[in-house]
């Protein structure tokens, strides 16, 4: 059987969410109350966090872009964001009006990483190098 290692996350009550391994190897997660996202290193077991600039965002899903950037959904914010992993550095992307609640990311193989909007009725796209978006409604079943 495998070992089991926890680590502790320095914000307390902060409601790790999506995961992902990044491009540096290390695991970096969202912290949906906390308001950050972070990483573990598995060799040292650190655990430093990045405070999204928006207060209360509720980050959700996390996803290595084509860029082989981290990219996050803010939930509660209606944006799109991504850190430089190098650096820790971030940039939010509000999505266009009409949308709420983006969740779950994944890309395409044109380098757009693609969104479903909880409360939007719809799914969205951000491109990983201009930060365009397209949006898409989901019509409505007749009855």
């Keep these: ?10 914000t ?8 992902v391994t990044g491009p540096d190897n290390n695991l970096w997660f969202t912290e949906n109350q906390g308001n ?3 990483k573990i290193s598995p060799s040292s ?4 966090e990045y405070p999204i600039p928006t207060d209360s965002s509720g980050p959700d899903d996390i996803y290595v872009g084509p860029d082989n950037n981290l990219w996050f959904a803010e939930n509660q914010e209606n944006a ?9 550095a ?16 994944t890309a395409d193989k044109n380098g757009n990483l693609r969104f479903t909007e909880e409360q939007g009725e719809g ?3 951000i491109n990983a190098l201009t930060g365009a ?10 009855i």
């Design 1 to 10: 059987m495998g070992a089991v290692m926890e680590y502790p996350i320095p």
């Design 36 to 38: 950050n996202i972070a």
């Design 80 to 88: 799109i964001g991504k850190i430089i992993p190098s650096i820790g």
């Design 12 to 19: 307390d009550s902060s409601e790790p969410y999506g995961i």
């Design 90 to 105: 971030m940039t939010e992307y509000p999505i266009p009006s009409g949308s709420t609640g983006p969740n779950s990311l």
């Design 133 to 142: 978006f397209t949006q898409y409604q989901v019509p409505t079943p007749g």
């Design 45 to 48: 077991g650190t655990v430093p």
């Design 123 to 125: 799914l969205g796209e």
